[in-house]
């Protein structure tokens, strides 16, 4: 992921995405290797995830934090009944989960999910002392303030 910026906050989360997209193809617990494609977006009070997961029932999703690692797993099935023959197979079936290593300047008290058309959004608020503020600066022996 290429982002330039002097913004601590998107340094760590570039930093982040970068070691993540190292081991972008994990590989699925059931009859192949699957892939969770992601994108990450940066606004100015949160952090946006979104998976593409088509064809997954919205109910085999399970999102987990656990000690600043976020976790989407989700379940393909065979969808075949006893008459159908498969000739040629394509779409992976089975479990895949994905890691996101989060910030600690990420709210992981206050998350948020939704599953429409195939793509799964998560939000992530950024923690309030993390976000960009503006200083003040004091005047030698003026007590008029400037704002920077």
Do not use: C, W
Request: charged letters at 35%; hydrophobic letters at 35%.
């Amino acid at each position: 992921m290429l982002l330039t910026s002097i913004d601590p906050f998107v340094q760590e989360v570039e930093r982040h995405f970068d070691r993540l997209t190292r081991g972008a193809l994990n590989r699925g617990e059931g009859s192949g290797n699957g892939v969770m494609p992601l994108d990450g977006i940066r606004r100015k009070d949160d952090v946006v995830l979104r998976f593409d997961l088509p064809g997954i029932d919205p109910d085999s999703i399970e999102i987990t934090i656990d000690r600043g690692v976020l976790s989407v797993s989700a379940r393909r099935e065979e969808e075949l009944t006893e008459d159908d023959r498969l000739f040629v197979r394509e779409r992976v079936m089975g479990t895949f989960t994905r890691r996101v290593y989060l910030s600690e300047h990420l709210d992981s008290e206050h998350v948020d999910a939704g599953y429409h058309n195939g793509v799964l959004q998560i939000r992530i608020p950024v923690v309030e002392r993390a976000k960009p503020r503006k200083v003040e600066i004091q005047r030698g022996g003026d007590a008029k303030a400037i704002r920077a």
